[in-house]
């Protein structure tokens, strides 16, 4: 009994500096979530990408009508909706910690039109110019942006006329990365543009045209 006592006694204390040393050693590392975050250099460069989008449009139109001895304008204001595509193209600058500069442009078509009986009016190509300046966040890029838009249109009807429209632009939205390359977008616009006015014969028709929009596009980074 004696001896099964010392055996054990001995066994122990063989274990106890076998635990000591254990528990010297470093403990393990646990595995760590790759949890790496983009930075602001994911948006710096050279990008491309299309988009879909509609179209809500305002436009007033304002005409002479010629009495005896009188001249009266008169003027009507026309609500109108359609689809639009196009494509877009721009370049980044990160010139603070999560901060960027742009320049972006685009070239779509768009298909709102208003009838009036007597004139149809079409829109057609449109084109913009514009600075941006964003903000970002891991893999998220918000922006504002602003500048030049143009419009091609068409009034048709006894004679058709084809005119060009000049003005601003401003807008807002969410670039959001996919991939290192491939990025979606959501954005808003608003176009406003100076008149134009073209001859029906011997009358004058002024229009005035204005556009709230929403587009959705994708794009691709270099």
Known sequence: ????MFLMLGACALMVPSLATAADL???NPVVENTKRYGADLWEGSYVGAYGGYSWNDAEVSFPLI???ATRVVSTSFDYDKGRIGGFAGYNWIFAPSFLAGIEADLGKDWSSYETGILDFQ???NWSARGRLGYTMD???VFVSGGYTGMNAEFSGAQNEDMTFHGWTLGAGLDVAFTKSIFGRVEYRYNDYQDSTVNFGSTPVTTDPS???INIGIGVKF
Not at 1 to 4: H, V
């Open 211 to 213: 556009q709230n929009m």
């Open 123 to 125: 829109h057609g190509m």
């Open 26 to 28: 470093p403990a393990s």
């Open 67 to 69: 009495f005896p001895g």
């Open 1 to 4: 009994m004696f001896q099964r």
């Open 139 to 141: 893999r998220a890029l």
